[in-house]
């Protein structure tokens, strides 16, 4: 158990770590174009790495919290199955942002229609 526990944190150091160095990369790149193709890449990162933090170690932490007490299995997998749900909006938005970003890359106009994709 506790080999599993060191793992699981060295793998969110690690993760947190890429995190930051990505968001840090291109807050240059904005800071340093000023364009707005790279202010789009950088929400996009944030809201990317919102959900990442959000949902998928949110999941984890409350799976070793509800480890600890006795609760139904029933409940259990109904609390691990909501809080990647309550992130969903995070991955919708970064998945707007990509589209942005990438169609203002090609210089294409993001209408209405393309986020129904």
Excluded: C, H
């Amino acid at each position: 158990m506790l080999v599993n526990q060191l793992v699981l944190m060295a793998t969110f150091v690690a993760t947190s770590g890429i995190a930051a160095i990505g968001i840090l990369v291109a807050y240059q790149l904005f800071s340093e174009g000023k364009r707005a193709v790279f202010q789009m890449v950088l929400y996009q990162q944030i809201f990317l790495f919102s959900f990442l933090i959000y949902s998928i170690w949110g999941n984890l932490v409350i799976r070793q919290f509800i480890a600890d007490v006795q609760l139904p299995g029933d409940l259990e997998k109904r609390l691990a199955l909501i809080i990647p749900l309550l992130g969903t909006p995070f991955l919708i938005v970064s998945w707007l942002m990509l589209m942005k970003f990438s169609f203002a890359l090609k210089k294409i106009i993001f209408s209405a229609k393309w986020i129904l994709l």
